[in-house]
């Protein structure tokens, strides 16, 4: 169940509902969208159906063959929200959805209220819609916040009635963009939005898929580490871009050399020669992959790593060490690169792993790193009369709860892998 928001008015909450559900029809999955604006009820509107049967219907029984098929997609059905004089619980005919095969997307009222906190409570996870404008930026961070605070997962944002996605609005919200919505006439009908549509469905379907509300282990790729696969609930999803925080005397390189074991794995480095990663990983105490390692020209860091990401084959890792020499290049070709980078590794359906160090002088950019991080591992190791011990924490996971506790690691005994895996080629 997907809830679509956002707190401000007028920016295309119905449109959005309605052209996802559509999306998902045209991709096979049945799907229904639900107004649950009471107020200002207009799915039948924009959706070209009549105002009657609403969800009613559902609490008083009747099945889903009784909803209005859509216009465009017929397997897409549009339930209006009740007429005035029907009394009927939203939350009865949210649960009757909720167990049923269809992908349910809710139109939810704009604003704060309990009006609109009501559906986006039930939902698994929220979609939030802006404009580009201040205002609508504004009110979509709002909307998240709101998600925040009633622990529903965002999904991402849709920027509506806009051709391309503004540097300025990712650096203003920090979740995944799921499409630029361009501004045409009969948006539910034209072929570049209804194209946008597609791929918010394909999106949501191949990267948050959920089985018996819990995403589904198919989607995620193990890290080859059980502890930390345990703790992501089976291992990273596909398309993650991933920011390892350490501080220098961790050795958290070995971490990075653990992860290669898992599947085949491009391995970037800047500061030190692949001649140097090389011997490192033969004499790890940890089990470890055969990665390509490529090293980079500090002063052509961007263009070089751009050229390798390209080439980077569908499923495998990518292993950039270390950020530092990026986070310290111009601003706008670094969100370039980051938004190049996060585009590719979910096309191919990959993992990228960013080494971030700590130092006195942190680099400028490192905040654009984190922001654009999927997920934030902070590694951290210590000694005692034991030996030595390793640890992770989660402090960002995008789109997913938390893990709540600290995570144990052992890599010399949980890297299990065979010693060397087939590299990805080179």
């Known amino acids: 169940m997907l809830a679509v928001a956002g ?51 559902l609490a008083d029984g009747d099945g889903l063959s009784t909803v209005s098929p859509s216009p465009r997609e017929p397997t897409a059905g549009l339930l209006p929200a009740p ?40 939902a698994d996870r929220v979609i939030v819609v802006t404009t580009d404008t201040t205002r ?14 009633l ?9 509506n009635q806009c051709d391309r996605v503004s540097p300025s609005l990712v650096e203003a919200i920090d979740q995944p963009i799921l499409a630029a919505i361009p501004d045409r006439e009969s948006p539910l009908e034209h072929p570049e ?14 990267r948050w898929a959920v089985t018996n509300g819990s995403p589904a282990a198919a989607d995620r790729l193990t890290t080859g580490i059980e502890p930390l696969d345990a703790a992501l609930g089976g291992g990273i999803p596909h398309g993650n871009v991933v920011a390892v925080l350490a501080e220098p005397p961790s050795q958290s390189e ?32 940890v089990t470890a992959g055969n990665p390509s390692i490529r090293q ?23 292993v950039i060490d270390s950020m530092d020499a990026f986070e310290r290049t111009d601003r706008e070709q670094f969100q370039a690169f980051m938004n190049g980078l996060a585009e590719h590794v979910r096309r191919t359906e990959s993992i990228a792993f960013l080494h971030c160090l700590d130092s006195e002088n942190p680099p400028d950019l490192r905040p654009l790193t984190i922001h654009f991080a999927d997920l934030v591992l902070e590694f951290e190791a210590s000694m005692d009369v034991t030996g030595i011990s390793q640890q992770v924490t989660v402090p960002k996971v995008r789109g997913e709860p938390l893990p709540a506790e600290t995570i144990d690691l052992d890599l010399v005994a949980e890297s299990v892998l065979p ?8």
């Open 254 to 285: 070995q971490l990075l050399y653990a992860l290669t074991a898992a599947r085949g794995t491009l391995y970037l480095t800047v500061e030190r020669s692949r001649s140097h990663i090389e011997e490192s990983i033969d004499t790890a105490p």
């Open 7 to 57: 707190t401000k008015g007028g920016c295309g909450k119905t449109t959005t509902a309605i052209g996802i559900a559509e999306g998902f029809a045209r991709a096979d999955i049945p799907a229904v969208a639900i107004d649950a604006d009471r107020q200002l009820p207009n799915i039948h509107v924009i959706g070209g159906v009549d105002r009657e049967p609403t969800f009613a219907s």
């Open 83 to 122: 007429l005035p004089t029907e009394d009927v619980a939203l939350e009865s005919v949210l649960d009757r959805l909720a167990n049923s095969s269809v992908r349910t997307v809710v139109d939810c009222p704009s604003g704060a209220g309990p009006d609109a906190v009501d559906p986006l409570s039930a």
């Open 136 to 149: 609508s930026i504004e009110g979509a961070k709002a909307t998240i916040d709101m998600a925040d605070r």
């Open 419 to 426: 010693t060397r895996s087939p590299s990805h080629g080179d």
């Open 296 to 318: 980079l020209d500090a002063p052509a860091v961007l263009s070089e790593a751009n050229d390798y990401v390209e080439s980077l084959p569908d499923g495998a890792n990518l």
């Open 193 to 206: 939005t209804c194209e946008a549509y597609d791929r918010i469905a394909s999106e949501l379907s191949n």
């Open 151 to 159: 622990d529903v997962p965002v999904a991402g944002i849709v920027l």
